[in-house]
């Protein structure tokens, strides 16, 4: 950034030394930010924008949620090993601080918090009703508690930003902040975004906004993940008040003709069939990488093999559990052939251009809510009636029968596990897993998990060896490690220990 910035001085220096009116003008494709953020439509499409940027964010959030668990696994391309330093070392747990899916993501998070923040200092002195200015500041603090939620989980103490700097020279100076400061962080927003947002919007165009109902909810996770139990509860139970309940078919979460349906609570929005940019292609990213057009209609996609879900999961539904087919396939057949390689189908629905789907991404669902209701009662008090009534809800649904837990253990065990087959290929698992286990216990389940892959992997390799580090799990991997350029920009920023 230093350097960035003496560049442009220096180039400023030239510039000024030179008196054609042209290199005065401004720009009048763009927008500048001063002549910006002025009214009611602006500030709307300002806090789209971040919304655009969450999308974005969402597009490779499978690498963290799902790919580095016991879910889902790698269809391995043995003759293009191209992806190892990056996204397949999230499969393998080979990840270092020089990914560069790490810093993507790092500062695809930041710059998404900049334009957050920008939006709400910018809009105080916006010409616009008083409700609609409420609604946004909502929403972007929605926002803004929502990628904290993934980052101090992501990486444990982060950097805390809420304002914008004028000059860049301060940011040399900021430091990660403690957890538990990020937590309160997270919570401070949350409770004025539930204060702020409507439990539904009038318009047909805010369908997909953030709600009080997301706000109310994420707070209640939030507190879960902090073992806040009494406080879930309290938080959680309102969520029930509001409207929403289970979609008699399960199918229906994710039919792109029912989107933003009575069982969503948030989604991330996405629009296919067409060229403006707003598309998801998360059927071809998940299709097995030889599997042509048999599994996404268009012979001529790119398949990406990535998410594929493994021995394990598939083995862990009961039998007649009415998700299994909804969210993934066992094999597919091209021409005559059957290739046994699993692959989602929760995200596979017809469109009419290749690479261009019309899927949303659910983020929190009623069901989920449901969950960690039940999840709650027992870590607070042990199970009874009310926690059983929530699981077995989900259960009834998937046309499994009612369970009748007395073990606080035991009902810890099976929330997990409905947990894990109801919200399965949604990205909450990686999450899961570390909310109920210490780094220790996380390590050992994920390396017995390796072990098993090792022996016998879900997809054939092509006779391509395991490394040596391939699913070796530490406790230190508990979290991601911070991009090296990151420490290398500003040294007081620490690495995470073992990396």
């Not at 003496?6 to 930010?33: H, R, W, Y």
């Not at 093999?305 to 009961?318: F, K, L, S, V, W």
């Amino acid at each position: 950034m230093k350097k960035a910035t003496i560049l442009g001085i220096a180039l400023a220096m030239c510039l000024s030394s030179c008196s054609e009116d042209f290199l005065n003008q401004t720009d009048p494709t763009k927008v500048e930010v001063d002549l910006f953020y002025k009214n009611e439509e602006q500030v709307k499409q300002a806090v789209s924008g971040v919304y655009s940027q969450i999308q974005a964010l969402t597009n490779t959030a499978y690498l963290f949620g799902e790919f580095q668990t016991d879910n889902t696994t790698i269809d391995l391309n043995p003759s293009d090993r191209g992806g190892a330093g990056g996204w397949e070392a999230f499969e393998f747990a080979t990840v270092n601080s020089g990914n560069g899916e790490i810093a993507n993501l790092w500062n695809g998070y930041y710059a998404a918090m900049y334009n957050c923040n920008l939006t709400l200092e910018k809009m105080v002195n916006a010409t616009m009703s008083e409700n609609s200015r409420k609604e946004a500041e909502g929403q972007l603090k929605f926002l803004r508690a929502y990628m904290y939620f993934n980052l101090v989980q992501y990486f444990g103490d982060v950097i805390i930003v809420t304002s914008t700097l004028e000059i860049p020279d301060p940011a040399f100076e900021l430091v990660r902040s403690p957890q538990a400061d990020v937590w309160a962080q997270i919570e401070k927003d949350l409770k004025e975004a539930a204060a702020a947002l409507p439990a539904k919007y009038a318009a047909a165009g805010d369908l997909g906004r953030a709600t009080k109902g997301a706000a109310l909810s994420l707070l209640g996770k939030s507190y879960l993940t902090q073992k806040k139990y009494a406080d879930a509860i309290t938080t959680l139970k309102e969520v029930t008040t509001l409207g929403y309940a289970l979609n008699a078919n399960y199918a229906d979460n994710y039919n792109i003709s029912k989107k933003n349906g009575i069982e969503s609570i948030f989604e991330i929005q996405y629009q296919g069939d067409n060229d403006l940019g707003e598309w998801s292609n998360f059927e071809y990213v998940f299709a097995p990488r030889v599997s042509k057009g048999a599994v996404t209609g268009f012979a001529a996609g790119s398949n990406g093999g990535r998410n594929i879900p493994t021995n394990d999961i598939m083995a862990a539904y009961e039998k007649g559990d009415l998700r299994k087919d909804i969210s993934l396939r066992p094999n597919f057949k091209l021409d005559t052939t059957t290739y046994q390689v699993p692959y989602i189908v929760k995200y596979n629905y017809p469109h009419t251009i290749v690479n261009r789907t019309n899927s949303n991404w659910p983020v929190i669902r009623y069901a989920d809510v449901l969950l960690m209701l039940a999840e709650s009662i027992n870590e607070q008090s042990g199970p009874n009636a009310e926690a059983l009534g929530y699981l077995n809800q989900i259960r009834k649904r998937a046309g499994l029968a009612d369970l009748a837990i007395a073990d606080k253990t035991a009902f810890r065990t099976a929330v997990l596990k409905e947990r894990r087959l109801e919200l399965a290929f949604e990205n909450h698992r990686w999450f899961d897993l570390k909310r109920t286990k210490t780094p220790a216990e996380w390590a050992a389940f994920m390396n017995a998990h390796g072990a098993q892959e090792r022996a016998k992997p879900t997809v054939a390799r092509g006779n391509v060896p395991f490394n040596s580090t391939d699913y070796v799990y530490t406790e230190n991997e508990y979290f991601l490690p911070l991009p090296a350029p990151q420490i290398l920009i500003n040294p007081k920023l620490t690495q995470n220990p073992g990396y």
